[in-house]
Nanobody, 114 residues
Framework: QVQLVESGGGLVQAGGSLRLSCAAS????????MAWYQQTPAKQRELVAT???????YYAPSVKDRFTISRDNTKNTLYLQMNSLKPEDTGVYYC????????WGQGTQVTVSS
């Protein structure tokens, strides 16, 4: 079973930036479409961004032009560059395979203060 470890979250002021990382334990990562999700107490996990094995990306309208998803298949690592952060970006961020997800990691907390 693939293990996922998210990191890079923290507390930042509105307008600031963070870069999240997600390390996968198996090389099958390289052939999988991957995604970042946001979870808040009020909502279920919501899709934030996706990237195919070939690098095609998709963004939720709320983060388009502010977030950038990328991957380094040589390191089995997924990234999310978060710029111009807003308080509504606050939540726990998880990564996983976009389809047929593996077990969820612990996530990384992002808190944006106004």
């Amino acid at each position: 079973q693939v293990q996922l470890v998210e990191s890079g979250g923290g507390l930042v002021q509105a307008g600031g930036s963070l870069r999240l990382s997600c390390a996968a334990s198996e090389t099958i990562f390289r052939v999988k479409a991957m995604a970042w999700y946001q979870q808040t107490p009020a909502k279920q996990r919501e899709l934030v961004a996706t990237i195919t094995a070939g690098g095609t990306t998709y963004y939720a309208p709320s983060v388009k032009d502010r977030f950038t998803i990328s991957r380094d298949n040589t390191k089995n690592t997924l990234y999310l560059q978060m710029n111009s952060l807003k308080p509504e970006d606050t939540g726990v961020y998880y990564c996983n395979a976009r389809y047929a997800p593996w077990s969820w990691g612990q996530g990384t907390q992002v808190t944006v203060s106004s």
